[in-house]
């Protein structure tokens, strides 16, 4: 029988190594290198951006951010009101919690009238989002007039939520309608409206919202449906609809059996109608599931 020789063996060995760092680098990449990987930003681009761009956004996808920062502001030093490298930075300094400087870069970026509708359009949400309330509203109330159906409705639905975090809910429910009027198919715009009309106290109009809202939900959206049943469980509660409250409820728990405050809701109902039995064993249940929860 023959036998193989030593630097046979190793050669057996080593190729299928090499093969694996040649053709797997996923497998062999340090783990500082996959973790700003898995931490990278994802900036939000130009339709047609430049190569430098380009190279700014993998760097902050890779988690690079200080590289990227400092590739932003050595343009900057060539030109200090380019639009998108003032809109790269806004991101790049919401990322790192500067947010009055990242205000100060949007609304920057905005006034240059350079930017892309959607790019201006991002801008609002994000200052929506993080507090910088000034700007927001005055992007929304420039956007609202755009010719564009879309860009319209995005901006009445921004400034909606402002004017809501602002409590000035009568301005809100109209900028919702009139989102809602332009692009019917939005499903959020539906829900902040009917929660809206709960609030006011407009319970017929809060069940169409809402019912428009669940008839809208993705397969995906289960978590928004059962949210959705809920609040429109209550506006029927509050018309005396006690039997339509009570469905509705207990389609929420079987699409959100963890979330213990729909049995608690629907307990509430339960004692409104008198059937004190189905209250305490909803009680009961909802105790045992926030003592799972909370195990």
């Known amino acids: ?61 890779l988690g690079l951010l200080p590289q990227a920062m400092a590739s932003v502001e050595d343009g900057l030093k060539q ?80 400034r909606g939520r402002v004017r809501s975090d602002l409590k000035r809910y009568p301005d809100a429910i109209k900028d919702y309608q009139e989102s809602l009027r332009l692009s019917p198919d939005r499903m959020s715009a539906n829900m902040e409206l009917g929660r809206l009309e709960l609030n006011a106290g407009q319970y017929q109009a809060a069940v169409y919202s809402y019912t428009r809202a669940i008839d809208l939900a993705t397969v995906k959206e289960q978590q928004r449906v059962a949210d959705s049943l809920r609040r429109r469980g209550e506006a029927y509660c509050k018309l005396g609809k006690n039997k339509e409250a009570i469905d509705d409820l207990t389609k929420a728990i079987k699409l959100s059996p963890m979330q213990s405050e729909l049995l608690t809701v629907r307990a509430e109902m339960y004692k409104s109608m008198k059937e004190n039995d189905k209250a305490e064993a909803d009680l009961k249940n909802a105790k045992a599931v926030q003592k799972s929860i909370d195990f």
Request: proline fraction near 6%.
């Open 79 to 158: 030109n200090s009101r380019d639009p998108q490298l003032l809109f790269f930075r806004a991101q790049l300094r919401e990322a790192n919690d500067d947010l009055e400087g990242a205000e100060a870069d949007y609304r920057a970026a905005w006034l240059t009238n350079k930017l892309e509708p959607d790019e201006t359009m991002h801008a609002a949400w994000e200052l929506n989002h993080f507090g910088g309330l000034k700007t927001c509203l005055d992007i929304c109330n420039q956007m609202v007039k755009s010719k564009n159906i879309e860009t319209s409705a995005r901006a009445y639905f921004i």
């Open 1 to 61: 029988m023959s036998r193989r020789k030593p630097n046979q063996l190793w050669r057996l060995f080593l190729c299928p190594c090499l093969c694996l760092c040649v053709w797997s680098p996923v497998f062999v990449l340090p783990v500082p290198a996959r973790d700003r990987m898995r931490h990278g930003l994802t900036l939000k681009m130009p339709n047609y951006p430049s190569q430098s761009l380009r190279n700014i956004q993998r760097q902050a996808a």
